[in-house]
């Protein structure tokens, strides 16, 4: 069971003091900070965050009530609202007095319901009447309206990553007007309607905060509305209806994910993830917006994966019952008292605990079995390519005939995406290449992410093991290597040497000669030097690779002196002089290299062969069969005047 849980909670928690009648524990969005306020801040603030290793902490006087209280961007300004009229703010600058000052809203009979920082000295407070965005300027102690807006207002919702505001409007709640904040500007975005289930008679507020929730979704906005199940309506479950926020247009309802169940519900966004925590089942269940279902309309989604529980685990046991021997407890999961935050946090206020919620992925790969739709989930995850390659290894295990077109689908999704990213690379380097211009400005380096995985990682960790296996069957281990070829030949991806070299290792390791004699002469392996060499290393077990490695190398036509080196390294000097006459390239060699290879083989009548020959191409080029002096051949001549006497030494012609 244990390899079923696909969600769990981070490992390293952020621990605080937990909320009590004397403490107080506030969570800000932006900064992913928890307060914990004790006694209105008289006796001790403490902020943590998930990035500071040292917590904030600090005193401030009673006031009364903290209703809300967190810091600008870094930290630099404190703002604390404790009456329905104002907000308070403390300078935390370095160098600048730590003095407290308080600013009312403006509007007449308003009620702050709370505020937003944009920026690090950018505030916009929400007032149940319309919004007013200031700067806040620190040095005077005092703020400078920059813009506002009436409207009545229910409640709001602040997505920190976007520096959106959404605001519920109307009698019923259910129109959502946007605003965008940028470098001191506030921007109106069209307001659109979110559709509820049942309108009621008469008008009251029908959608609650609790049931929207803001979120980035594959780098795009979206507004997803908790749609409960209505008897009226014959639904068969709740669902969740995202809307999708673009940063012009209108806002338009672009997906529906089915769960099939009722109950109470929170989201999360993981990984691009849309998470649904059902309380009453204590179990979680996740849609990928970018998959598309078979049999159902476009942009309906049922679970990508059967419900499960996040994965269990335990809290440290602290207080005076504390033994060593019980040192942690089960930590109670889908408690009632979890709050849950986007995109990725659960804060259990009464035990002190604030999670990550994340992904693991190898449990995923025994879920779904379907693995074209198993890859195509896993390419869109963070941290995905070694489960890539193991499900790939696992796959190729069967090691059945029928198992080959999932094989090809698979290597498709693979290459298609690595495909993709060397165009991108390319089409960067080309733009940087070109020089400043004004497009190249706009091209950034295409990010390598974990989805890209290519050729040397295919080898390394799928392909090299899988060919030693031996139960697997010869023939399905070379349809699968060709099967990848194959796949990065559809997507015009020069294939890699090694890989030609692991399908000729595995021919021969077999005895399937007729079959590399097929492939070659019908240019299914590419040429290439590494290639042709190894041929010419099977010359001992299949000798007509000699004569194809020389023929891939005649193709090749930039190859000719590594044909000659190759040649005379395995001693076959006549046949290097062949290949040179061939290529028309006899008159231009190097004698000495020529002597020096025939002197190490100990063969004398192949010696005097190779010395006649040259001693020959002297005398047509020069009318002197005596070699010169810039040719470095003295040794030789005097070896030869040893083994065969002076008199067998060419003479000069004499008119």
């Given at each position: 069971?244990?390899?079923?849980y696909y969600l769990e909670l981070s490992e390293n928690p952020v ?143 602040y997505c920190p990553e976007t520096s959106v505001l959404l605001l ?280 390598r992410t974990q989805a890209v995985v290519d050729q040397s990682d ?198």
């Open positions: 069971m244990d390899n079923e621990q605080f003091e937990n909320a009590s009648s004397v403490n107080n524990v506030f969570f800000d969005e932006a900064n992913k900070q928890v307060f914990a306020v004790r006694s209105g801040g008289a006796t001790g603030v403490v902020v943590k965050g998930p990035e500071d290793k040292s917590p904030i902490a600090f005193r401030m006087d009673d006031k009364g009530e903290v209703k809300c209280i967190k810091f600008s961007l870094g930290n630099k300004i404190l703002a604390v609202q404790r009456t329905p009229k104002s907000v308070d703010f403390i300078n935390f600058i370095p160098d600048y007095p730590h003095l407290e000052f308080s600013h009312e809203c403006k509007t007449k009979n308003g009620n702050v319901l709370g505020f937003c920082w944009t920026n690090w000295n950018e505030v916009v407070f929400v007032t149940d009447q319309g919004i007013e965005f200031y700067q806040v300027l620190p040095d005077k102690r005092t703020l400078k309206m920059l813009k506002s807006q009436s409207i009545n207002v229910n409640w709001y919702i519920s409007t109307t009698v019923q709640g259910n129109v959502l007007q946007p605003f965008a904040f940028k470098n001191g500007t506030m921007s109106k975005l069209p307001k659109f309607e979110i559709e509820l289930p049942m309108v009621p008679k008469p008008a009251k507020l029908s959608l609650s905060e609790r049931d929207i929730a803001v979120a980035s979704i594959y780098g795009e906005l979206y507004v997803m509305y908790l749609k409960h199940h209505s008897r009226s309506t014959n639904s068969s479950g709740a669902e969740v209806v995202l809307y999708h926020l673009p940063r012009e247009g209108p806002c338009k309802k672009t997906h529906v994910l089915k769960l099939n169940t009722t109950g109470k519900f929170a989201l999360n966004v993981v990984d691009n993830l849309v998470v649904v925590h059902h309380q009453s089942s204590q179990t979680s269940i996740i849609f990928d917006i970018k998959l598309r279902e078979q049999d159902c309309p476009m942009n309906v989604h049922q679970p990508v994966l059967p419900a499960r529980s996040i994965h269990p685990c335990k809290i440290p046991l602290t207080g005076p019952t504390a033994a060593p021997s019980q040192a942690s407890v089960p930590c109670e999961l889908y408690s009632s008292t979890w709050s849950v935050f986007q995109p990725d946090i659960i804060i259990s206020a009464s035990e002190g605990y604030l999670w990550y919620l994340q992904v693991k992925l190898q449990p995923t790969v025994n879920l779904l079995q379907d693995k074209g739709k198993l890859m195509d989930f896993l390419l869109r995850r963070r941290d995905c390519k070694m489960v890539i390659l193991s499900v790939c290894s696992q796959m190729l295990e069967g090691g059945e005939k029928g198992n080959l077109p999932v094989v090809a689908t698979v290597f498709d999704k693979l290459n298609q995406v690595y495909k993709e990213y060397l165009e991108a690379e390319q089409a960067y380097t080309v733009a940087m290449e070109s020089g400043p211009s004004r497009f190249s400005s706009s091209y950034k380096r295409p990010v295919m080898y390394t960790h799928v392909l090299s093991a899988f060919t030693e296996k031996k139960d697997v069957s010869h023939k399905f281990i070379i349809a699968v290597l060709m099967e990848y070829i194959r796949s990065l030949n559809q997507f015009q991806i020069t294939v890699q040497h090694y890989l030609y070299e692991l399908v000729i290792k595995t021919l021969v390791q077999h005895n399937l000669f007729y079959m590399l004699h097929q492939f070659l002469q019908y240019h299914v392996l590419s040429d290439s030097k590494p290639l042709a060499c190894l041929l010419l290393s099977l010359e001992s077990t299949y000798p007509p690779a000699h004569q194809l490695s020389l023929d891939m190398l005649k193709r090749l036509s930039t190859a000719n002196d590594e044909i000659v080196e190759v040649l005379l390294s395995k001693q076959q000097v006549l046949g290097a002089l062949r290949f040179v006459r061939s290529v028309g390239g006899h008159d231009n060699v190097s004698a000495r290299k020529f002597l020096d290879a025939a002197r190490q083989t100990n063969d004398t009548m192949l010696f005097y062969t190779i010395f006649r020959f040259f001693e020959q191409r002297n005398l047509r080029l020069r009318g002197n069969p005596a070699f010169n002096p810039g040719e470095h051949c003295e040794e030789h001549v005097a070896y030869f005047k040893e083994v065969f006497g002076e008199h067998t030494l060419m003479k000069a012609a004499t008119v």
